[in-house]
Each structure stands twice: as structure tokens, then as C-alpha cells.
């Protein structure tokens, strides 16, 4: 999206703050109305994008008021049947913070597209409908949120104009949605009344009655994506460096383009990556997994220059104090970490299975985790999450589970992996499994 063609577009700070929030909630709750409205009201709308969702609106509706959802729903299929089908991410910023937003689907079928769009977000917007209450979706895209690692989670009580803004009906559903969160241990919810259609509550505050007032406590849905702390989510406490790449100019040209007749790249080796989780600083002691050789960090560098430390999500190059063998796959840690413990060659999992082919124990399938891909064999499928009660049940008939399933499995792997549970790290306790035949991703998964 660029700034400079439209008085829709806001100014975009490169260096803002970045937040990923991801929607949920049944067919029908205005999930798409409301990311259209936050787009609209916020100003990140190009001229000529509002000008087609006008165009659509009177073809889809007659004329009237403008139909927001049509920012998000962009396939033909979307717009033709009036829901969401896949994920749809819109990127904007209010200036001092910057968000991507996960449009996903409200209907059970694409339950499977509701983990995707979730699976990296800091934040959850669960919109209820003011006039039905805490429904099934309610309670299984929040149990969905919990399992993802969310913490926090925010539920947006909309369509409260036709309601007349009632409060008592307000407080009934803000009552039940805590109750909720709390019986699935979500530290950080919030309860907002909204009116996505009319904008109310939303960006501006507009008519909103006395007794949600104008305060700290008391804030649009925006102000409170502008000010929720995620910082603290992050582990800054268990050094995790997987390394994606050994930067090592050599031969006459080198991998990088850069010629290794070049003296001060002679011997230059550095190790290129992701931090996913503590923190490094040139000195530290750490281990490489899974060899479980020791040293030091020498150096870390970036485009800009060194740094005297790197932090999650932050992308870097580290340089060691040792000339050790350090390959792609491998994964800096502490020096203090139970190196056994963290290489692990079976271990259980939460999965959310995504292909039309069921899955069966004894499979063979591809494990991509962080920077490595190994072979994974299912040792067995332990149990199936209900999605109408939300209780582990026994695998389907044939012992396995089947398109949109989530339950537990255990797997065995060939090469260890060096892995976190979930809840410890999002990014070293996460993997996805591929189909060897076919190159399609079929499951997203969470070590427990």
C-alpha cells in the first residue's frame, strides 16, 4: 500500500511497533465488516479500492451504504456467497504501532484456515454477535486460541445498535466470555462493544452510551490494539538460535558472489538466522545442537553494523569465538540447557490435520521445524478433539483423523530435533508436516 495517492492513506512508519492480530467468530458476526471498517476509518483505503467496493456494493445490494467486507473478501467466491473462505491479511499502521491483520473463516469447514491465520498472531479478536450471545463458534475459536498459545484475547461485542446498546445484554456476554477465557487459562482478555456497520466503537468512539465511558478502562477497539503489551510474550530467558544459513565465501567466487582473493573475507565464516527465543550478547557461552560442542559468541552483525545483543524476532549473523562445525539445521542454545532434553527423537503433538487424505498411524511424511526437514514417521493418533464439545474423544473409526480434525499424535523422527514444548517457545515448538508425494503442507502442528 503506498501513501502518496489517496487522502485514505495514512502516513506508514517504517519502524513502528508491529502487532498480529487475527479475527474469529461464527458466519455472519461482521468479521470482515470490521477489518473493512478499521481500514476505512483509520484512512489506509486507496481511492481506487474504495471506488471498486462502491461499484460492488450497488451491484451486490443496490444503492446505499457501502459494503466494508468487501475490502477482505476477495475471491469471486467470497463475494458470490457472502462469506470468508480462505485468509485474507491487510497490512496497516496508525503510526506508532503497525498491524497485520488475519481475516479468517467463521464456518466449522475451514476450521482448518482459522489455525493458520491464528497460528502466528500476538492477539485474537472473538466477535460475538450482540443478538445471539456466547455460541459454539464463541467457545471453539477461543479454546482454538488457547491451544494456539495466544494470550491475548479480545472479544469484540458487535452489532450492538440492534440491540439498542442495552447493557444488561452487554454485560450478560461480557459475564460468560471471562468466565471462558479463564476456564481455559487465557491470561489477557477484554470485552469491547462495537457496531462494525456503523463505526461505532470501533476507530471513533460516535454515540456510545454512559455506561461504557470514555476512559482508560473504557477504550475503542483501536486505542486498545494501540496500547495492549505484547513485548512480554516473547522468551527472553531460553537462547534459541536455529541456523538458517553459514555464510563462508570461498572458492574463486563464493556462494555470495564475493571473491575470496578479497583478504578481509578470507576467513570469514558467520551463521545467519532468526533469534526465536533469549537473548545474545557477544561472550555468551553457548552449545551447538545437536553435536553438543561448546564455545563462545565472537560477534553480532547485522546490515547496520554490530550489536551488543539480538532478541526475538530479530534476524542476525553470528560469528563464534571457535572454528566448529556448525551447519544449516543446527540451533545455538545456552549453555546451561539440558542438551538431552531438548534433542528429541519422538515426542506427542497437537495437530490440525488440512487434507482431503485422512491421517492414519504408521504414515511416513516430511517434518519441516524451524530450518530443518527430516522424515517423521506417526507412531499413533492418541486422540480427536470434539469441536461441538470440545473434548478429546477416541480417533475416528479407522483410528486416524480426517480433513479439519485437531487431536493428538505421536511421531518419531530421523534426524532430533532440537525442540521446545509449545507454550515454552512458539517458534522451536512448532512444525509443519508435507505430503512426500504430493508437496502439500497437510498438517500445522504443536509440540507438547
Given at each position: 500500500?503506498?501513501?502518496?495517492?489517496?487522502?485514505?492513506?495514512g502516513?506508514?512508519?517504517?519502524?513502528?511497533?508491529?502487532?498480529?492480530?487475527?479475527?474469529?467468530?461464527?458466519?455472519?458476526?461482521?468479521?470482515?465488516?470490521?477489518?473493512?471498517?478499521?481500514?476505512?476509518d483509520?484512512?489506509?483505503?486507496?481511492?481506487?479500492?474504495?471506488?471498486q467496493?462502491?461499484?460492488?456494493?450497488?451491484?451486490?445490494?443496490?444503492?446505499?451504504?457501502v459494503?466494508?467486507?468487501?475490502?477482505?473478501?476477495?475471491?469471486?467466491?467470497?463475494?458470490?456467497?457472502?462469506?470468508t473462505?480462505?485468509?485474507?491479511?491487510?497490512?496497516?499502521?496508525?503510526?506508532d504501532?503497525?498491524f497485520?491483520?488475519?481475516?479468517?473463516?467463521?464456518?466449522?469447514?475451514?476450521?482448518?484456515?482459522?489455525?493458520?491465520?491464528?497460528?502466528?498472531?500476538?492477539?485474537?479478536?472473538?466477535?460475538?454477535d450482540?443478538?445471539?450471545?456466547?455460541?459454539?463458534?464463541t467457545?471453539?475459536?477461543t479454546?482454538?486460541?488457547?491451544l494456539?498459545?495466544?494470550?491475548?484475547?479480545?472479544?469484540?461485542?458487535?452489532k450492538?445498535?440492534?440491540?439498542?446498546?442495552?447493557?444488561?445484554r452487554?454485560?450478560?456476554i461480557?459475564?460468560?466470555?471471562?468466565?471462558?477465557?479463564?476456564?481455559l487459562?487465557?491470561?489477557?482478555?477484554?470485552v469491547?462493544?462495537?457496531?462494525?456497520?456503523?463505526?461505532?466503537?470501533?476507530?471513533?468512539?460516535?454515540?456510545?452510551?454512559?455506561?461504557?465511558?470514555?476512559?482508560?478502562d473504557?477504550?475503542?477497539?483501536?486505542?486498545?490494539?494501540?496500547?495492549?503489551?505484547?513485548?512480554?510474550d516473547?522468551?527472553?530467558?531460553?537462547?534459541?538460535?536455529?541456523v538458517?544459513?553459514?555464510?563462508?565465501?570461498?572458492?574463486?567466487?563464493?556462494?555470495?558472489?564475493?571473491?575470496?582473493?578479497?583478504?578481509?573475507?578470507?576467513?570469514?565464516?558467520?551463521?545467519?538466522?532468526?533469534?526465536?527465543?533469549?537473548?545474545?550478547?557477544?561472550?555468551?557461552?553457548?552449545?551447538v545442537?545437536?553435536?553438543?560442542?561448546?564455545?563462545?559468541?565472537?560477534?553480532?552483525?547485522?546490515?547496520?553494523?554490530?550489536?551488543?545483543?539480538?532478541?526475538a524476532?530479530m534476524?542476525?549473523?553470528?560469528?563464534?569465538?571457535?572454528?566448529?562445525?556448525?551447519?544449516?539445521?543446527?540451533?545455538?542454545?545456552?549453555?546451561?540447557d539440558?542438551?538431552?532434553?531438548?534433542?528429541r527423537?519422538e515426542?506427542?503433538a497437537?495437530?490440525?490435520?488440512?487434507?482431503?487424505?485422512p491421517?492414519?498411524p504408521?504414515q511416513?511424511?516430511?517434518?519441516?521445524?524451524t530450518?530443518?526437514?527430516?522424515?517423521?514417521k506417526?507412531?499413533?493418533?492418541?486422540?480427536?478433539?470434539?469441536?461441538?464439545?470440545?473434548?478429546?474423544?477416541?480417533?475416528?473409526?479407522?483410528?486416524?483423523?480426517?480433513?479439519?480434525?485437531?487431536?493428538?499424535?505421536?511421531?518419531?523422527?530421523?534426524?532430533?530435533?532440537?525442540?521446545?514444548?509449545y507454550?515454552?517457545?512458539?517458534?522451536?515448538?512448532?512444525?509443519?508436516?508435507?505430503?512426500?508425494?504430493?508437496?502439500?503442507?497437510?498438517?500445522?502442528?504443536m509440540?507438547?
Open positions: 500500500m503506498t501513501t502518496a495517492t489517496t487522502p485514505h492513506a502516513p506508514v512508519a517504517a519502524t513502528a511497533d508491529l502487532l498480529r492480530v487475527a479475527t474469529a467468530g461464527s458466519v455472519d458476526d461482521g468479521k470482515s465488516t470490521l477489518i473493512g471498517r478499521l481500514l476505512y483509520s484512512k489506509q483505503v486507496l481511492v481506487d479500492q474504495l471506488e467496493v462502491q461499484e460492488a456494493s450497488v451491484r451486490r445490494h443496490g444503492a446505499g451504504a459494503d466494508l467486507s468487501l475490502l477482505t473478501d476477495g475471491l469471486r467466491a467470497e463475494r458470490e456467497q457472502g462469506i473462505i480462505d485468509v485474507a491479511y491487510r497490512y496497516f499502521t496508525t503510526g504501532r503497525s497485520i491483520l488475519a481475516d479468517t473463516p467463521g464456518h466449522v469447514q475451514y476450521t482448518r484456515n482459522m489455525v493458520t491465520g491464528a497460528s502466528t498472531a500476538d492477539l485474537v479478536i472473538v466477535l460475538v450482540a443478538r445471539q450471545g456466547v455460541i459454539e463458534q467457545r471453539r475459536h479454546f482454538i486460541a488457547s494456539l498459545g495466544i494470550r491475548h484475547v479480545t472479544f469484540a461485542v458487535n450492538m445498535d440492534l440491540v439498542d446498546w442495552d447493557e444488561e452487554f454485560r450478560a461480557e459475564a460468560e466470555t471471562t468466565r471462558i477465557a479463564a476456564q487459562g487465557i491470561p489477557d482478555i477484554h469491547i462493544p462495537i457496531s462494525a456497520l456503523e463505526g461505532t466503537n470501533v476507530v471513533d468512539r460516535g454515540d456510545v452510551p454512559g455506561w461504557y465511558p470514555e476512559d482508560a473504557h477504550p475503542t477497539l483501536l486505542r486498545h490494539l494501540q496500547t495492549v503489551q505484547v513485548a512480554s516473547r522468551n527472553l530467558t531460553d537462547v534459541r538460535f536455529p538458517q544459513w553459514v555464510i563462508r565465501p570461498g572458492g574463486a567466487v563464493g556462494r555470495d558472489g564475493v571473491r575470496a582473493a578479497d583478504a578481509d573475507l578470507h576467513d570469514y565464516r558467520g551463521y545467519a538466522g532468526q533469534v526465536a527465543g533469549g537473548v545474545l550478547r557477544p561472550g555468551d557461552e553457548v552449545q545442537l545437536p553435536s553438543g560442542v561448546r564455545t563462545r559468541i565472537a560477534r553480532i552483525e547485522t546490515f547496520d553494523g554490530d550489536l551488543d545483543e539480538a532478541t524476532p534476524s542476525v549473523t553470528v560469528h563464534l569465538q571457535d572454528d566448529v562445525d556448525v551447519s544449516r539445521g543446527d540451533v545455538l542454545v545456552g549453555a546451561g539440558d542438551a538431552a532434553a531438548l534433542c527423537r515426542f506427542e497437537d495437530v490440525c490435520w488440512m487434507s482431503d487424505r491421517l492414519r504408521g511416513r511424511l516430511l517434518l519441516k521445524h530450518t530443518t526437514t527430516t522424515v517423521a506417526v507412531d499413533a493418533v492418541l486422540d480427536r478433539l470434539d469441536l461441538h464439545t470440545l473434548d478429546r474423544v477416541a480417533p475416528d473409526a479407522a483410528g486416524g483423523l480426517e480433513l479439519n480434525d485437531i487431536g493428538r499424535i505421536r511421531l518419531r523422527v530421523k534426524r532430533p530435533l532440537v525442540a521446545d514444548p507454550d515454552v517457545d512458539r517458534t522451536t515448538g512448532a512444525f509443519i508436516l508435507v505430503d512426500e508425494g504430493t508437496n502439500d503442507t497437510v498438517a500445522g502442528g509440540i507438547r
